[in-house]
Every structure is written in structure tokens, then in C-alpha cells.
């Protein structure tokens, strides 16, 4: 009997051919697209010897394989079975012919192609989910598909460390190789938002690759990046490619997330919804939007009293009341209080030790336990742009100008358009002062101001750099946005609160008295 593009139920078990998945009751198993391929021609011969020869052209489509290929699938075929309802005998071994499914009876079920997929859809779960899909191989060489395949999997490797990411495993996702995909299906297949496709190129000496990630359930396009590179050490090559994607793609899910949870009620919100909501007031580092961010994160607190992420944004908007809202130490003591609970809670999450490493760098001036957090999170999660960020305001701070600039630069390889991006800049700017390279420090304080002109920090930074170029009449101009921005602005403050670097503090302080700023 031969079931075309039918669904096969046997047992507890249900094969959907099309899409390349064995099913247990509602699960899919992580059964790879090849035994997937046997599993089907044995249940459409169910109960006939099937030959090892026409096996072989199901699994490998009349490649010459080695005998022990088929024996390594029929055994991972087994396992699956076995481990889902003690079936491991339904295929039998018949020596020097082939094999035969002696299983359960095999119904076909005939529904048309939108009720199955609807049939065996998984929900999507509820923190943003990816798959990514096999890149497909543009270059003549098909030695290159196992370079298209490292990067895909550096890349799953890397999304599964993010534990706000929900990430289909590699078995699932490379169920999709060598066929033309229709993306929302796939998301409807596998239970996921977000889909990301790729290509890979190989010309001469370089090799192009391009990623794109599109959200499943409305087709719109979230990211896309292409990648240039000299292709000497290849391997390298993969690492590097696969570390700059996460870098962008994570953030890029977090700002459709963002979009998403803005249009749900607000009383159906959970505790992660409330996080997400909160987040663009959080990174705009200013007063009155923290203020409106820590109602949020107050009420996913209620929620969910161990929740590292909130209380970790909850630090940084302390963080912020108290360096521009007057120095209260109500807000330093909240900021460090949060960054414990965040520490304490968090030790899997990248994301919210980064914060609270910031707090206690910052706020409880122990940047030895500042680190110790960083570090933690980016042995979690090497590719976190924020935890380069963060860290390299931190030495900027410190007078550890060298340093800054190496973290700040690498936080934006991993994430060119990063909200944060400011900060780095700040970093920056600051630490080529400190170096004396007054021009590349305006550079960069134009650049944060660009990035985030409703900041007040970012024009401290301009004013010092115009000022130390002679370029007064434009220094006094900053300084007026900075006091506009923040009226109690006094840099002696400014400067003891965040346990500012004397030679840093030397000069800029200089710059900025000269410019008009109060100390």
C-alpha cells in the first residue's frame, strides 16, 4: 500500500511525510530527516521484506553509501522507537536481505494538507522561539554545504545559551534541508515566531554568506545581514560569522518581542510581557521614562518574586534615579539590592547578571565583583553585546582606556544597532580623551549623541571633547543641552558617584569648567 503524502499512525506514533517529522502523541522526536525517509518506505511495505538496495535510494536518492550508513540510521530509528514506547522490535532485521515493520497496524490518515498541518501543529510557546534552518550551499563546491552546516549549528549552539530563547534543536530544524520552504509553514510546523534562513557563497579566496530572520506569523521581515570575508582559516571564519549573528539576532527578537507585547492588553500581561514592555524605558537611561519602567518591573516582581531579569532592570533604573535625579542614597541602596536578587537568582541568565554586574560596579563601586558577574555572563552567553557595553563603560570610568575601547568595540561588532550603542560610544569617547586623541573623541561623543540625543551623559562627553579642541563657542552649546537635559547636573557629583578614574576626572573636569558647566 502506498500512502502518497498521507499521514501514517502506528502505535503511539504518527509520521508526517511532508514535513519530515515522527511524532509521539503531540511531540515530535528528534528522529533526523534520513531515518525519517526509511521509517516511511518500511510502513508503506509494512509487513513486506524491504531490500537494503531500495532502503539505500530512499535514505541517500542512489548515492553509493557504505552498508554501515544504513545500519547507523535503522539503529537511531530503533532508539526513537524504543524510547517511545518500548517498540524497538517493530523492525526486524532479516540477514543479508533487508529489514521489515512488524509493528502495530499502520492506518493512513487522509486529511488534506492545511487540516494536517493544523493537526500537528505545536503552540508557540510562551518566550520568543527560533528555528534555524540549513543554509543553502550557492558555491559549486559541495564541500561547502559542511561549512553552510558548522555555522548553522555554531549558531543554534549559540541562541540555545540565551534562556529567554526558546530554540528548536538541529535534528528538527535540519528536517529542511534541500527543500524549497514556505517560511509561515515552517513556523506552523515546528512552533516557532521566528524563522532564519541563510545562504553561503564561496568565490576565490571569499566567502559571502547572508542571514535573514523573518517572523512566522506575519511574514515581515525582523533582521537581515550580509557577511563578506576572506576565507583563510575557515574555521575561524565559521566562529566568527556565527558569534556576530547572535550578537544581532538577539536583540532583533527582543525589539519584534517589544512590538508584539505593545499590542496586548495590558491585563493580560505576565511577568516576562511586563520585562518586555518596561525595556525601551530602561535603555533610554533618563528619569522619567525609568521611573514609568520600574512601575512595570514592580508589578512583574509580584508576579514572579525570583525573577533575575526584572530585577536586574529594576538595578539599572535605580541606577539611573540615582546619578540624574539627585544622587538619593534610597536609589543606590535599591540599585544594589536588585543587582543581589538578580545575582542571586540569575546565574543562568546572561542578560541579568549583566545588569546587576553594572549596579555593583557602578553604584556599589566594587568593579571586581562588577566583573566576576560580566564574566560569569559571558561564559553563559559569549556572543551578549550588552555585557561588552556595559563592561566598557565601566573601565571607561575606571581610566582603563585601552580596555574600554577593545570591550566597547567588540559589543558593537556583536551588535551594530544595538539601543544601547550609546553607551559604547560614551565609552569611547571618554577614553580618547583620557589618551589625548581629542579628535576621535568628538568623533565618537557625535556618534552617541546620535544614537541617543535625549541623553544627558552623552553631552557631557561632547562638551569636554569641543572644549579640549578650543572649539568653546560650540562646548558651551552642549553644556547648555546637558543642563536643559539634566538641571542639577554638577560634574563633582557626576564624578564621585560613578568613582570616577582622578586622571579622568582631571581631565575632564577641566574641560568642562572651561565650557561653563557648575562643578
Not at 139 to 151: L, N, T
Not at 155 to 183: C, E, H, M, Q
Not at 401 to 412: K, N, P, V
Request: glycine share 8%.
Amino acid at each position: 500500500m502506498t500512502m502518497g503524502g498521507d499521514h501514517y499512525r502506528f502505535g503511539p506514533f504518527r509520521l508526517d511525510p511532508a514535513a519530515g517529522i515522527l511524532y509521539r502523541g503531540a511531540e515530535p522526536t528528534m528522529l533526523g530527516h534520513r531515518a525519517v525517509a526509511l521509517l516511511r518506505l518500511l510502513l508503506d511495505k509494512a509487513g513486506a521484506p524491504v531490500s537494503k538496495d531500495a532502503l539505500v535510494e530512499a535514505g541517500w536518492g542512489g548515492l553509493a553509501v557504505a552498508d554501515n550508513n544504513l545500519t547507523v540510521q535503522i539503529a537511531a530509528l530503533r532508539r526513537v522507537l524504543a524510547e517511545g514506547a518500548d517498540a524497538e522490535s517493530w523492525i526486524e532485521t532479516l540477514p543479508r536481505r533487508g529489514y521489515r515493520y512488524v509493528g502495530p497496524a499502520v492506518a493512513a490518515i487522509g486529511l488534506d494538507a492545511a487540516a494536517a498541518r493544523a493537526a500537528s501543529a505545536p503552540t508557540l510557546p510562551d518566550k520568543p522561539s527560533v528555528a534555524v534552518l540549513p543554509f543553502s550551499n550557492l558555491s559549486d563546491d559541495p564541500e561547502q554545504q559542511y561549512f553552510a552546516d558548522g555555522i548553522v549549528d555554531d549558531i543554534i549552539t549559540g541562541l540555545a545559551r540565551i534562556n529567554w530563547l526558546f530554540v528548536i534543536a538541529r535534528n528538527s530544524s535540519f528536517v529542511y534541508k534541500g527543500r524549497a520552504v514556505d517560511v509561515k509553514q515552517v513556523g506552523r510546523e515546528l512552533g516557532v515566531r521566528y524563522v532564519l534562513e541563510g545562504s553561503v557563497r564561496k568565490a576565490g579566496g571569499s566567502v559571502r554568506v547572508t542571514a535573514q530572520m523573518i517572523d512566522a506569523t506575519t511574514g515581515v521581515h525582523v533582521w537581515a545581514e550580509r557577511y563578506h570575508r576572506s576565507s583563510e582559516d575557515i574555521f575561524a571564519l565559521q566562529d566568527e560569522i556565527a558569534l556576530s549573528a547572535v550578537g544581532a539576532i538577539a536583540p532583533s527578537v527582543r525589539r519584534a518581542e517589544i512590538e508584539r507585547v505593545k499590542r496586548k492588553r495590558p491585563d493580560s500581561l505576565d511577568a516576562y510581557d511586563l520585562v518586555l514592555r518596561a525595556q525601551p524605558d530602561v535603555d533610554s537611561g533618563m528619569p522619567e521614562q525609568v521611573t514609568r519602567a520600574l512601575a512595570l518591573l514592580e508589578r512583574s516582581i509580584a508576579l514572579e518574586p525570583a525573577y533575575a531579569l526584572a530585577h536586574g532592570n529594576a538595578a539599572m533604573c535605580h541606577h539611573c534615579l540615582f546619578l540624574r535625579a539627585g544622587f538619593k542614597e534610597l536609589d543606590r541602596a535599591a540599585s544594589i539590592r536588585h543587582a543581589r536578587s538578580a545575582i542571586a537568582h540569575g546565574q543562568d541568565d546572561a542578560l541579568a547578571l549583566t545588569w546587576a554586574g553594572f549596579s555593583i560596579g557602578m553604584d556599589a563601586h566594587d568593579r571586581a565583583a562588577a566583573f566576576t558577574a560580566l564574566d560569569a555572563a559571558l561564559a553563559i552567553s559569549p556572543s551578549s553585546a550588552l555585557t561588552y557595553i556595559l563592561g566598557s563603560v565601566m573601565l571607561g570610568w575606571g581610566g582603563e582606556a585601552d580596555r574600554a575601547i577593545e570591550w566597547s568595540e567588540q559589543g558593537l561588532r556583536l551588535s551594530p544597532f544595538d539601543s544601547w550603542t550609546w553607551a559604547a560610544l560614551d565609552a569611547q569617547a571618554m577614553s580618547h580623551l583620557l589618551r589625548g586623541r581629542y579628535e576621535e573623541a568628538c568623533r565618537a561623543a557625535y556618534k552617541s549623541v546620535q544614537a541617543n540625543p535625549a541623553h544627558s551623559i552623552t553631552y557631557v562627553q561632547l562638551t569636554a571633547a569641543l572644549a579640549k579642541l578650543g572649539r568653546l563657542d560650540e562646548a558651551r552649546a552642549a553644556a547648555a543641552r546637558v543642563l536643559e537635559l539634566q538641571p542639577a547636573f554638577r560634574y563633582g557629583r557626576q564624578f564621585a558617584g560613578v568613582n570616577c578614574a582622578p586622571a579622568l576626572a582631571e581631565a575632564l573636569g577641566g574641560a568642562l569648567r572651561s565650557a561653563g558647566l557648575p562643578e
